[in-house]
Nanobody
Framework: QVRVVESGGGLVQAGGSLRLSCVAS????????MGWYRQAPGKQRELVAT???????QYIDSVKGRFTISRDNAKNTVYLQMNSLKPEDTAVYLC??????????????WGQGTQVTVNS
């Protein structure tokens, strides 16, 4: 099993910054992709950014140039640096991990989420 714990959310004024962290513990062998999703009230969950073990990243268009995802493989940690925050970034941010086991079975793990609120 893998335990996923996010931190770093909070309340910030528009234009401000926050840094989210997500730490994985337990059976963390071969975590291929680490990513951040978000879900705002009344909206569907959306993928914000992902990063592979090799450092390849992807972002949704609305955060490009403002958010940066990074990871520390040795610490099984992924970060999301969020700058120039906007009220529409307000959501619960959830960490997601994709792990491939030795028999090639793929597992996905979720954290509980951390609330980000951006005031205008």
């Amino acid at each position: 099993q893998v335990r996923v714990v996010e931190s770093g959310g909070g309340l910030v004024q528009a234009g401000g910054s926050l840094r989210l962290s997500c730490v994985a513990s337990g059976s963390t062998f071969n975590i291929e992709v680490m990513g951040w999703y978000r879900q705002a009230p009344g909206k569907q969950r959306e993928l914000v950014a992902t990063i592979t073990t090799g450092g390849s990243t992807q972002y949704i268009d609305s955060v490009k140039g403002r958010f940066t995802i990074s990871r520390d493989n040795a610490k099984n940690t992924v970060y999301l640096q969020m700058n120039s925050l906007k009220p529409e970034d307000t959501a619960v941010y959830l960490c997601n991990l994709k792990r491939r086991d030795t028999d090639a079975t793929v597992y996905y793990y979720w954290g509980q989420g951390t609330q980000v609120t951006v005031n205008s």
